[in-house]
């Protein structure tokens, strides 16, 4: 009951009118950035974090947050009137969504996607709330090894698990830890990948990469397309929502279920788009009415939804307690962390209590103010993206311009940026996964520096990785995950059926 | 399943195939750089633990090794060299925006950000949208302007400025 009295204590910073304004203005701009092409939850964050290094910590991470959940729930909008998933785990979402759209049901697929949303999320909150201590805890225990094993884990769940060719998913991965390697070496003090070069010496900003690749890459994507979008208005009364929530307790088997996958692969870093696709293969699989998925069925917005919610939410369970972020979002607001003085990991539970319970009471009331939000103002969000798309691409180029140049106050940061831009142009329509990217040059510098201190300890040996039960069995499990398609592959031809699990991996 | 519909239209510039192949070299070409810088500072071990280059040799190597395992795929794949990387009118799209966009970076070394924002925007509305002025002159100029009031006022974030603001008195 500690955890309870320390939640009661989190829920005393938050309720005062500064950070309930914060948590209003979160919400609001988090749903905008989840709705505008080229501005996501992640590089969103990017370009506000520079606005919060005058705030108090608490106050500064309360408002990122919820600048995240409303991005969650404003990348159901654009799924479902317009078919444009805003960000990638919504994607799932329009295989029902929008066929619900088309045929007049906005409302209700709306007011269903809202609804799961905030279900998955509340689900992950009462388990962040109950889990993170323990984690926490036991992770005291962690040395050097242990660290680098979890670690290990993180990035091998993205090529076992995750999407994608698993040899550029590797390739992405590694750039990432090539770009954290480049500048001062802070171990040896020697500089290394910087050629001479001043500019390379202060090494790359994970910002700036994050505010390139995903803000000016998804512009130049979107542009492809052409400048106009196509979307479906939506009704939404208090009537529909009723009717639609009375119809959602039919479902909440799916609900249920789709909240405890989304924990799992929020909290092992496979992160919220596998999670948000595998709840939808599943309960295309056990519903009575599967075989009329993606043809509107309202239980084919439900398990996306909130799978994706539970697995985003759940992702900041890891980056609290081990400093490793599930989700490039989580993996800005770690950045955040470092840049307010706060070393993310274990003792972040023991040494800053008012932070960790004041954000993790925000994620409570911010889910609630969030659901009102965006069921009573879904029509202004949708106007939007109306604004024609040669207003909307110029004006946000300046901001993730502006997001750039505030991060060092450095011009050349802007043509780093742009140079991300191309490049996550580039990756995204070869499918080479970003996310790995952005998380190994958060991570980098961390995981170097443990590896170093295992080996140090091992004296160069990787035994140091088997030395004890503990970091022998993350690392054995690693290696599962790792090689998870090939096991599972051979798995199933053992058994002599040709029904491998393939959801995960499509 | 992240990207862009891929067409298989006749007016491709460039294929899928060419792409994957040219970025699986490049790849290779800076995990190879990588490599050798790594390997210049020192891949082994001294007296006080791993040297500078130890971990991001392995970095550099795998790089290689991956996009090696992706060039050969892309080599052998015959589906690929038929679909379309990005078509003639998709890419002068991308240009349309990505040319006014490096245009404006310079500009901000010279005239500040605000300046360079509110011709970019204006310009951009008038040559890609079409819009009148009546359209284009309050969002041209009122963007920066609420910019200079959020960073520069607000939050006191400066921002670069040119002759304009020198002028004005900031």
Redesign the interface.
Known sequence: MEDLSALLHGFGVVLTPYNLILIFVGIILGVIIGVLPGLGGANGVAILL??TF?MPPASAIIMLSCIYWGALFGGAITSILFNIPGE?WS?ATTFDGHPMAQQGRAGEALTAAFTSSFFGAFVAVIVITFLAPLVAKFALRFGPAEFFAVQFLAFCSFIGIG?G?A??T??AM??G??LA?VGL?T??G????T?GSMELLRGFNFLIAVIGLFG?GE???T?????AFKGRTAALNIKIVLQTWKDLTRYWATSIRSAVIGCWMGISPAGATPASFMSYGIAKRMSKRGARFGTGEIEGVVAPETAAHAAGTAALLPMLTLGIPGSPTAAVLLGGLLVWGLQPGPLLFVEQKDFVWGLIASMYIGNIAGLIIVLTCVPWFAAILRI?F??I???I???C??GA??VN?A?ID??VM?GFG?VG??F????YQLAPLVLALVLGDQA?ES??QA??GSQ?SLSAFWANGLVGTIMTLSVIVLFWPAISALGAKLRGGGTADRIAG? | ????PQSTSKDSLVS?RT??IV?AIL?MG??G??MF??WR?GIG?QT?????????FY??L??VA??A??LV?AILSRQSASVS??SKP?FK??L???I???I??IA??YIG?YMS?AI??AV??TW??R?GWRMTVP?AIG??VL?FFV?ELW??????KGPLETWLGY
Do not use: C, H
């Open positions: 520079p606005l005058t990638p994607v999407r060719a040899a550029k590797l390739a590694m750039i830890f090539a390697a070496d171990v040896t020697r500089l290394r990948l050629f000016i512009i130049l994507i542009i492809e397309e052409g400048l024609p040669s207003i691409a110029p004006v180029l300046v901001i311009a502006v140049y505030t106050n011009v802007i043509w742009m191309v142009y580039v995204r329509k070869l499918d170097e590896f170093r080996m140090l160069g499509d | 399943m992240d990207g862009a899928r792409m994957e970025v790849l800076g995990g750089v990588v810088d790594s500072v071990w006080e633990g791993p040297q500078s280059g130890y971990f991001p970095v550099g795998l790089i991956a996009s395992v992706t795929q990387f990005v998709q799209l991308v349309s925006v990505l006014p966009a490096i404006f970076v901000v070394r950000l924002a970019f925007i951009f509305m890609l949208g819009y969002i963007i920066p910019l960073f939050f006191l974030l400066p921002l670069p």
